[in-house]
């Protein structure tokens, strides 16, 4: 049955999967749009100090258009970059919120420890113009770097070379920094102005927290259909379609979705920057954003930002951690949730310590720690589907971001649009986010108490642990 433009539709969470989808729904003439959400964007503003602990709301993401042979997701990040100069343009015209942009092009360094370049790096100057990717490397990197518009440290922002550290990776100067926090309060902004009537925002614990989704089944056939759903203030609110846009609170809500996928958890530290001087080295306008041996698994997967409202972050996803939780495969576990959690692992927390003292000598604390919660997928692509176990495509679910969603905030919500109302969609884009496809598998998901990953299984860091010691002179 086709999706009629004035029928209900609900979208569960208002984050970059919700809020793309929302907007792109309402431009297509849909005109009975309502999304929900336990948090209060509106006047929490998607700030996680207010205690918005949703992936999409943070300081900044990072945006890269490098993907090695998948030309697939750098073309989507290329298509989500011009919507962001576009966005940019706007928002400055119009003064919101000061009128700063939400996308910075302040370039994406990939850094390895290897003496040669790994092949995603290698794939990637393939399949990127000259000036788009540069390596580090070679001989007139920082003149092809000048070239384009990007200080000489943007080849080598941590001083390797002068200090006799090895010096190999690839500059992605089309990358940058995605300010994530606006860049969702800009979209709620204009799905509220651009569509009144069309638009419906239910937010906040009770009105806009989902309990249940609400389910009749066949007596013919006894197929459920997903008819609506019911909120934490015993309300139900009934739809033709309802789309899951959770994120790692996905299998909390659709049970069926933890065969595909699953919440895991990245190691993030925060420190506090006061020092001028240093601030102004690790400015958003002078300084990358970074991975160093980002597809390393164990002690790899290290990834940083520019000083952002006075603060560093620096993350680690070498190891993603789980919490296995009852019927859930892994619930999400935050310093807001019901039982609280605002330590890290120590492992990874030692990994980042290390790069700091090795790299970032002016920084000497870490002042925050938090858990970054992705939903992962077993191949690393999104889950963009309708789920087989609701009949009448009654059900649609966004979920698998991997970590690398925000980036194509500018044009994954035409993606997702296409897919609902089958518009002609890219088959092959259809079958990669389909929910019955076959690829190896790249991640392990569904383990357990058992899995090595599980937060039971960590030593926790504590405060105590947020010194960071000077790395030994050789």
């Known amino acids: 049955m086709q999706l009629q433009e004035n029928e209900p539709i609900i979208i569960v969470g208002a984050g970059v999967s919700g809020l793309s989808t929302a907007y792109a729904l309402l431009q297509r003439g849909f005109t009975n749009v309502h999304i929900f959400d336990k948090r209060d964007y509106l006047s929490k503003g998607y700030d996680y100090f207010q205690g918005c602990d949703s992936a999409s709301s943070d300081m900044n993401k990072i945006f890269r258009a490098a993907y090695g042979e998948e030309t697939h997701y750098q073309q989507m990040s290329l298509e989500s970059r011009k919507t962001f100069l576009k966005w940019n343009e706007m928002i400055k015209e119009s003064d919101f919120e000061g009128g700063e942009p939400i996308y910075l092009n302040s370039g994406n360094i990939h850094l390895t420890s290897r003496s040669t370049l790994p092949i995603f790096e290698q794939l990637t100057l393939q399949n990127m113009s000259d000036s788009d990717a540069i390596c580090v490397s070679d001989v007139d990197a920082v003149q092809k770097a000048q070239k384009v518009g990007f200080p ?46 069309a638009f419906h925002i239910h937010f906040g614990p009770g009105p806009g927290e989902i309990d249940r989704l609400l389910v009749e089944r066949s007596s013919d056939t006894n197929e459920k259909k997903c008819v609506g759903i019911k909120t934490k203030d015993d309300q139900e609110h009934f739809a033709r379609l309802v789309v899951t846009a959770c994120g790692p609170w996905t299998a909390a809500v659709v049970p069926e979705a933890a065969e595909r996928v699953e919440a895991t958890a990245g190691t993030v530290a925060l420190m506090r920057i006061t020092n001028p001087k240093i601030a102004e080295k690790y400015s958003e306008k002078n300084f990358p954003t970074w991975t160093y041996d980002v597809r390393d698994k164990g002690i790899g997967g290290l990834y940083g930002f520019p000083v952002r409202n006075g603060y560093m972050k620096i993350g680690y996803r070498g190891l993603k951690w789980t919490n296995p939780m009852g019927s859930i495969n892994s619930s999400v576990k935050t310093a807001f949730s019901e039982v609280s959690e605002t330590n890290v692992p120590l492992f990874g927390l030692k990994l980042i310590k290390q790069f700091i003292s090795d790299n970032i000598p002016e920084v000497k604390r870490i002042d925050k720690t938090r858990l970054c919660w992705y939903s992962d997928s077993e191949d690393n692509d999104f889950l963009i589907s309708y789920s087989p176990h609701y009949a ?18 500018g044009s994954i919500g ?49 405060e105590s642990d947020w010194v960071i010691k000077e790395s030994p002179k050789l």
Do not use: Y
Request: charged share 25%; net charge negative.
């Open 152 to 197: 000489a440290s943007a080849i080598d922002p941590f001083d390797m070379k002068p200090r006799g550290k090895n010096l190999q990776g690839v500059l992605d100067t089309i990358g940058g920094m995605i300010i994530s926090d606006k860049c969702c309060r800009w979209v709620l902004h204009l799905c509220l102005s651009n569509f009144p009537g």
């Open 414 to 462: 035409e993606v997702i649009a296409d897919l609902i109302v089958d518009a002609s969609p890219d088959l092959f884009l259809k079958d990669l986010f389909s929910w019955g496809r076959k690829r190896d598998p790249l991640n392990h998901i569904n383990r357990g108490l058992d899995d090595p990953r599980a937060l039971c299984n960590q030593l926790m860091a504590t």
């Open 392 to 409: 009448e495509k009654s059900l649609f679910t966004i979920a698998g971001d991997s970590g690398h969603l925000f980036m194509m905030f």
